[in-house]
C-alpha cells in the first residue's frame, strides 16, 4: 500500500465525518433552543453588525444542525462537509479577531456559560477545519445515498 494510501484512509474519514457531524448536532441544540442567550453571545464578539445578530443567531444553530445530520447519516456529504468547513473557517477567524482584540467572551460554542476562550479554541476549530477537508476528500465508507438511493442517470 503507497503511504498516500495509508493517509486516505476511508474508515478514518468515516470516524472523523460521525465525530464533526455529532459535534455540530451538539452544538446546536443549546443555540436552538435558547437563541436569545446565543444572540447576545454573538454580540459580544462585536464584529456581526447589530442588525444581523438576530437573524445569525437564529439561522446559525439550524445550519449547523442540518449540516451535522447530513454527515451522521452520510447524505450529502460532501456538501455538508463544505459547510460545516465554510462555518468553521468563519468561527476560527472570529475567534482570533476576538483574542488578538483581547475581548473576555466565552466561546458560545456548547452554551452560554463556556468559559473564557483561549487560543486553545482556535486550535480546536483549526483541528476540526482539517478533519473536515479530510472528510471532503477521502469519505467513502457508508453514505446512504450512496448505498441505497437510486440516481437518475443522464441520458
Known sequence: MSRLGLLANPWAALAMRLYLGGVFVYASIYKINFAAEFAET????????????????????????????????????????????FLLAVFSLAIAVTLFR??????????????????????????????????????????LERNFLVRVKES
Open 42 to 85: 454573538v454580540a459580544s464578539y462585536q464584529i456581526v453588525p447589530e442588525l444581523l445578530v438576530n437573524p445569525m443567531a437564529v439561522v446559525l444553530p439550524w445550519l449547523e444542525l442540518v449540516a451535522g445530520l447530513l454527515l451522521v447519516a452520510g447524505l450529502r456529504v460532501k456538501a455538508a462537509a463544505l459547510v460545516i468547513n
Open 102 to 143: 483581547d475581548i473576555p467572551i466565552g466561546c458560545g460554542c456548547f452554551s452560554t456559560l463556556d468559559p473564557a476562550m483561549g487560543w486553545t479554541a482556535l486550535l480546536r476549530d483549526l483541528v476540526w477545519l482539517g478533519m473536515g477537508t479530510y472528510v471532503y476528500a477521502y469519505d467513502r465508507k457508508f453514505q
